[in-house]
């Protein structure tokens, strides 16, 4: 197989995406790689919240299965090493962390950082 780059991603990467909406991120990159075998795509949402919240999102995981993805629903950040399925990755994607709205929060942006730092704890524990 001949090496595909998309700016700091390879196709011979093993990748992770963590925290996916509506999988157009890694549909994007497995278009540029004409594969999918080398992606973990995951969402917190169950399969179910995300159809609802994203028009695209059926296409582009039925598109993504065709090319070999592996999708993951209701992936906690802050437990990443004990999730099913998962194995050594050559890179952990997590564009957009985002810990939801909660409006009767005093302090948003504290659950933010909060997700961030978990993230990185458990990202860490899975060498």
Do not use: W
């Not at 790689?33 to 582009?60: P, V």
């Not at 802050?78 to 709205?101: V, W």
């Amino acid at each position: 197989m001949k090496t595909k780059r998309l700016r700091q991603y390879s196709n011979k990467q093993r990748i992770l995406l963590v925290g996916e909406g509506d999988f157009s991120f890694s549909l994007s990159l497995a278009r540029a790689f004409g594969s999918a075998t080398n992606l973990t795509a995951t969402s917190l949402d169950t399969r179910e919240e995300i159809e609802l919240n994203y028009a695209n999102r059926k296409a582009n995981v039925e598109e993504l299965t065709r090319l070999g993805c592996t999708e993951i629903h209701g992936f906690n950040v802050h437990s990443m090493r004990l999730a099913p399925r998962l194995e050594r990755y050559d890179r952990i994607i997590f564009n957009f962390p985002h810990s939801g709205f909660d409006f009767g929060s005093e302090h948003p942006r504290r659950s933010h950082q909060e997700l961030v730092r978990g993230f990185l704890k458990s990202s860490k524990k899975m060498d």
